[in-house]
């Protein structure tokens, strides 16, 4: 299985999708930066704010493409 492509360095993401991602990464970025800047030893919050941006955007990227092998079987199917 090919290994999935980070929409930060992936041209072949049609550009909806990118934008998708950008409005998503500026969002939680806003919202997480004083989060961010509560745990780690950070002064700025654009930097606490664009390291939770790539960070739920990469975490997201991950969850779409277990989401595309996942089978839902092997959650009813009795332990053998």
Request: proline share 6%; glycine share 4%.
């Amino acid at each position: 299985m090919p290994e999935p492509a980070l929409a930060t360095s992936s041209r072949d993401l049609p550009l909806w999708r990118r934008v998708i991602y950008l409005v998503i990464s500026t969002v939680v970025g806003y919202l997480a930066a004083p989060e961010v800047l509560a745990h780690v030893p950070l002064h700025s919050t654009a930097i606490a704010a664009f390291l939770a941006g790539a960070l739920v955007v990469t975490l997201t990227m991950q969850l779409i493409e277990r989401a595309k092998t996942f089978d839902i079987a092997t959650l009813f199917s009795k332990g053998e």
